[in-house]
Nanobody
Framework: QVQLAESGGGLVQPGGSLRLSCAASGSIFRLASMGWYRQAPGKQRELIAGINSASSTNYADSVTGRFTISRDNAKNTVYLQMNSLKPEDTGVYYC?????????????????WGQGTQVTVSS
């Protein structure tokens, strides 16, 4: 019942910037948090940045100071502004939404995932 549409990935040179977007749609009753995860080649998927319903944010140590997560509540959209990109930032970025839907308990949260968007940082 929840669909996530990701966009904004691409190929950039080291030091460049990208902005990822993820728009959530469908029957969302209560949205607990939104975040971005990265799956790098040969590595486990890891949390890069998250933002909760109180607008509290958290970042992986590797991106602190370079990436900024934000949201537009009216559009149910989360963004990830990525600056000073490095080759090690390369990977598939997945949008995550933790939400409840009508017909379940209002605090019965489930995780929903976007299709992933490729980010490649290379010369």
């Amino acid at each position: 019942q929840v669909q996530l549409a990701e966009s904004g990935g691409g190929l950039v040179q080291p030091g460049g910037s990208l902005r990822l977007s993820c728009a959530a749609s469908g029957s969302i009753f209560r949205l607990a948090s939104m975040g971005w995860y990265r799956q790098a080649p040969g590595k486990q998927r890891e949390l890069i940045a998250g933002i909760n319903s109180a607008s509290s944010t958290n970042y992986a140590d590797s991106v602190t100071g370079r990436f900024t997560i934000s949201r537009d509540n009216a559009k149910n959209t989360v963004y990830l502004q990525m600056n000073s990109l490095k080759p090690e930032d390369t990977g598939v970025y997945y949008c995550n939404v933790r939400a409840s839907v009508p017909g379940t308990g209002p605090f019965d949260f489930r995780d929903y995932w976007g299709q992933g968007t490729q980010v490649t940082v290379s010369s």
